[in-house]
């Protein structure tokens, strides 16, 4: 059962442009044992991506400047970051969303505001543990 994966200490990217939701998100990631990096938009997370060597990125739809979708489509497009999973964060909880989301390439959909069992579940669902 993946609820027993432990993958603490994986390297989470939180992109999205309201500082309440980047905050939140980092305290609940923080507590639970994962590294995190926090960007307001999706140009200063392409940035922070080559730097920060994210294991997963959680990414706001709707943001100034570059949006979710575009966001998720870069990176799913960078021969070195195609495997890094997206989580697509969005307010609206709508089937065409979810559906676009899907074709950029996000590996799961999140509707905000989300509770931090939904957060860390959708990083158990996400990432292997290392072997070792």
Known sequence: MKDNIDVRGARIL???????????????????????CLAEDGFDAL??????????????IMMPRL???????LIKSNPTL??????MLS???GLFDRAKG?????QLYLSKPF???????AVRANLRPTPT
């Open 14 to 36: 939180v992109v999205d442009d309201s500082k309440t939701i980047r905050r939140s998100a980092e305290n609940l990631l923080n507590k639970a044992g994962y590294e995190v």
């Open 115 to 121: 509770t931090g069992e939904e957060l860390i579940g």
């Open 82 to 87: 195609k495997h890094t999973p997206v989580v």
């Open 67 to 73: 949006d979710g979708y575009h966001t998720c489509a």
């Open 102 to 106: 899907r074709l950029v390439g996000a």
């Open 91 to 93: 307010s609206k909880d």
């Open 47 to 60: 940035g922070k991506i080559v730097s920060f060597k994210p294991d997963l990125v959680f990414v706001d």
